[in-house]
């Protein structure tokens, strides 16, 4: 059990927050999509009402009374630093380790198409969406630093580790309006994910006889499943109101790994073909319009984290993130906040949005020995170009987090040890640019 468990921790690593840095940059939070909500720090739930709807209220749609072509893109750039990380029996030190990485991609497109049936306005969409990206590489130097005579020699550690791939959303989703006020709406999402993950590790003695180790890593997964998602709207002219549910996802999982040391033989470690649990969420938005140009918005979002789960005949049902029995996870459920606003500028033809916001983002996993809390605060800011035909909009993101986490730094196997051989501080840092364009 124990060495399936620790496996699962480094195959699932793209996924989750425990021991691996390259994973700590995943926001887990089931953000939606769109330039225009991320410029409100995605406090969008009762707003809603572009082709992007459906990512985040399917509701949303019924809003929509002309077809929408919609797509999105996303540059993204993160950096993360260890630093303070000592062995927990205080025999040696690590120097601080930095990486950082940026990409670009393809977020989101999608078709919207309004009809009347029986007297009713309905939308149908369909859409893809990229839930979460996988894809960071990162090449990291750091010494291992004697603080006592018993301690072991100093040694230099690089690491080299890639993720590649992507989970993806493909969705068909509906709404109607029941009447002037109240909208009701769904959507059916594919889950599917492919990623790769290879990784190198290199330890070297900086005094002293002795040879240098290395290990090398690689593996492949993939997610397979689907889920559905509820939306209600209630609208005003002054004020509205959205409820979303998203159902639990359940889902294939499937991931084949191999691990290679000098100087000594690592057992063939069996594929894994098993089942995800993805666990359901809530979210209620608001949105007040004190002024005829202005709207506020408010989000809270709650996950149920704890339920996350992978299961095999083999290793039973473990919790996603930190691998152990649910009974013992470490991981907590989360409430987000969200809240933002936008200004509208109008000229003759054409409308000029600023919007802004802020939010609190807890993330579910955290690290099963020093469980403390990974928190990300966010701060957005955004404009555009509209006009009856056409929607520019581009949007900003900055987001930040630190906390304690516990590590194994050096040539060591997975499963090898049910406790981080060291503890230190992780900090993260990480920016969007999103860009959204929107035909008519």
Do not use: C
């Amino acid at each position: 059990m124990r060495h399936l468990a620790g496996r699962g921790a480094l195959l699932v690593s793209a996924l989750l927050a425990g021991a691996s840095a390259a994973a700590q940059n995943i926001v887990f939070t089931r953000s939606g999509s769109g330039a225009r909500a991320a410029g409100m720090a995605n406090a969008f739930i009762a707003v809603s009402d572009d082709g992007s709807a459906a990512s985040w209220n399917p509701a949303g749609l019924g809003q929509l009374r002309k077809p929408e072509l919609s797509v999105v893109s996303t540059t993204s750039g993160v950096t993360l630093r260890a630093e303070g990380f000592r062995t927990r029996d205080d025999l040696s030190a690590f120097t601080t380790a930095r990486s950082s990485y940026q990409s670009t991609y393809l977020d989101f497109a999608s078709l919207a198409v309004p009809v009347t049936l029986w007297g009713k306005p309905v939308t149908f969409q369909g859409a893809w969406r990229r839930l979460y990206t996988l894809d960071y590489r990162e090449v990291v130097s750091l010494n291992r630093e004697p603080l006592a005579p018993a301690a072991p020699p100093p040694a230099r550690i690089d690491a080299n580790s890639d993720v590649l791939g992507s989970v993806d959303l493909v969705s068909m989703a509906g709404a109607v309006k029941l009447t002037s006020r109240l909208a009701v709406g769904g959507s059916f999402n594919l889950w599917r994910g492919h990623w790769t993950n290879d990784g190198s590790v290199t330890e070297t003695p900086l005094a002293g006889p002795g040879l240098a180790e290395f290990l090398t890593s690689s593996g492949t997964n993939r997610v397979h499943g689907d889920n559905v998602s509820l939306g209600l709207m209630l609208t005003y002219p002054r004020w509205s109101v959205g409820l979303l549910h998203q159902l639990p996802l359940r889902a294939s999982f499937k991931s084949a790994d191999a691990v290679t040391r000098s100087g000594a033989a690592v057992a063939p470690i069996p594929a894994f073909d098993g089942t995800l649990r993805f666990p359901y969420a809530f979210g209620a938005g608001g949105a007040w319009r004190p002024a005829t140009r202005w709207t506020v918005a408010l989000d809270l979002s709650w996950d149920n984290w704890r339920d996350a789960a992978l299961k095999s005949p083999e290793t039973g049902e473990i919790n996603l993130f930190d691998n152990l029995p649910q009974n013992l996870t470490s991981t907590r459920d989360t409430l987000s906040v969200n809240a933002g606003a936008e200004h509208l500028f109008s000229g003759d033809g054409y409308v000029v949005p600023l919007r802004f916001g802020a939010a609190w983002e807890p993330q579910g996993a955290r690290s099963p020995f020093t469980r403390d809390p990974v928190n990300y605060v966010m701060l957005a800011a955004g404009t555009g170009y509209n006009t009856n035909s056409l929607k520019f909009d581009a949007a900003f993101q900055f987001r930040w987090s630190h906390f304690r986490d516990g590590a194994d730094f050096g040539v060591v196997e997975p499963g090898a040890a049910t406790l981080p051989s060291a503890v230190g501080e992780r900090a993260t840092r990480e920016w969007r640019l999103k860009l959204s364009l929107i035909l008519r």
